[in-house]
């Protein structure tokens, strides 16, 4: 007997620290904070845009003179001079050892546009990558919010189940006391008993989901993955405006990303046009040089000396063999120029369905609200009137079952609704550009 007293105090010490452990309050604030910070997504695509601004710099280097710097140490083994017949006649006398050094730097004066068309290039990539971390954020902020959003109804569906278990052993211990008075039967008492369970199991289900739902939010915040969250519950009660629907479709015109990112590409589009019908056109580049040689060469006999010779050359160059593809490539670049464009007038088209779709939910999310308040007040009545004729028997248990199966179900869809409107309003921000 001492001995299960002592495994029994072991293990409630070892479990005082769950059971007593707080759930860490966490702010709408904080969640974006802690999001975007600790989120990988995030930065691989900050690392994605830094990328793209070393891609700029080097783009910008070409238009920089071509230095190089080339050099050559080697043994020359001696030459034998032979008869027309190859018979040997003698050995030439020449140095043993060779050096050739050099230093050349070439400038680009004409490219037909291409360096400047490659750093636009760039600079539209770069612009991309911007956009793209400016998605990634917002696309982040919506998934968190609506992670917050379910474990706010998550503690209303525990708070609930919680009273309603006590609200069941209420109710079991007045059942089993009229069963002993003859006034019931035993399946009143049974089917008391068996609402107190399913109670009991959703609480635990639901602590569970409060749990699982927590563990996602602390991975992608970077803190212990053990932590409980609990959401700020002022959120619920806060004020969200909103404007008319014409203002966020023209703020989304100017500032949702994906309707950004296919203008941009549009442009990147013709400044691929421009790439292409540079290839048509010469090249003109200067090209300055310093050659140390040893021996001196094109001297007969060989001298073992250092010449040192400098010069300087233009350049001018151009693909024939392009012309054979210009009109294929070129109507090739035009029409991805235009196959842009109607993404664009598409993407134009989606906005005013998204923004439309968001703002009717969100109304429609208000009204809600307003109307649950009004059926959940009626349900509380309507199960205090059916409690009262129970236990009065002017009403049966299924009844009563019934009228508080109604009273739960109410308070969990009016904050379902609260909740709603929140990711509604949200979501609004999000297709306008302004999340």
Do not use: C
């Not at 050099?71 to 030439?92: E, N, Q």
């Not at 200067?286 to 040689?293: D, I, R, Y």
């Not at 509604?424 to 921000?429: D, P, R, V």
């Amino acid at each position: 007997m001492k001995l299960y007293l002592n495994i029994f105090a072991i293990l409630l010490i070892t479990s005082l620290p769950m059971m007593s452990q707080n759930p860490y309050k966490l702010t709408l604030d904080e969640l974006f904070e802690r999001g975007l910070q600790n989120s990988i997504a995030i930065q691989s695509s900050v690392i994605k845009t830094q990328i793209s601004e070393d891609k700029v710099s080097l783009a910008k280097n070409k238009q920089l003179p071509d230095i190089s710097v080339g050099g050559l140490f080697g043994y020359v083994g001696t030459p034998i001079i032979m008869d027309k017949d190859l018979s040997f006649l003698k050995h030439s006398d020449t140095p043993d050892w060779k050096q050739n050094y050099q230093l050349t730097a070439t400038q680009p004066i004409y490219q037909g546009g291409r360096i400047k068309n490659s750093i636009e290039k760039a600079r539209l990539e770069e612009e991309m990558a911007r956009l793209s971390l400016q998605k990634d954020k917002s696309e982040l902020k919506l998934w968190l919010i609506t992670k917050y959003l379910d474990l706010f109804n998550l503690y209303k569906k525990r708070e609930v189940f919680s009273q309603n278990i006590e609200e069941s052993k209420v109710r079991l211990h007045d059942v089993e006391r009229m069963k002993e008075e003859g006034m019931i039967t035993t399946n009143d008492v049974l089917r008391s008993k068996l609402v107190l369970t399913n109670y009991e199991l959703a609480f635990k289900e639901t602590e569970n989901d409060i749990a699982i739902t927590s563990q996602q939010l602390d991975i992608v915040m970077g803190i212990d993955e053990n932590t409980i969250l609990e959401p700020d519950q002022t959120v619920l009660g806060s004020q969200l405006n909103i404007g008319t629907e014409s203002d966020y479709i023209h703020q989304a015109y100017t500032q949702y990303p994906d309707l950004r990112i296919a203008k941009t590409n549009i442009a990147l589009a013709q400044n691929n046009l421009k790439l292409t019908k540079a290839d048509y056109l010469p090249t003109l580049s200067l090209q300055a040089s310093n050659t140390l040689a040893r021996p001196i060469p094109n001297i007969s006999p060989v001298q073992d000396l250092y010449m040192n010779a400098w010069g300087v050359t233009l350049n001018l160059s151009y693909h024939i063999s392009s012309l054979f593809d210009k009109k294929r490539n070129t109507s090739t670049a035009k029409h991805q120029v235009y196959l842009q464009e109607l993404a664009q007038e598409q993407q134009k088209q989606n906005i005013r369905t998204e923004v439309k779709s968001a703002f009717v939910k969100h109304r429609e999310a208000l009204d809600r609200i307003k109307a649950l308040e009004e059926s959940l007040i009626q349900s509380k009545e309507n199960y205090r009137i059916v409690k009262n004729k129970y236990f009065n028997q002017l009403a049966i248990l299924t009844d009563l079952l019934d009228a508080n199966t109604v009273q739960l179900n109410a308070e969990l869809q009016l904050t379902a609704a609260k909740t709603n409107a929140i990711y509604t309003y949200y979501q609004l921000q999000k297709v306008s550009g302004n999340l």
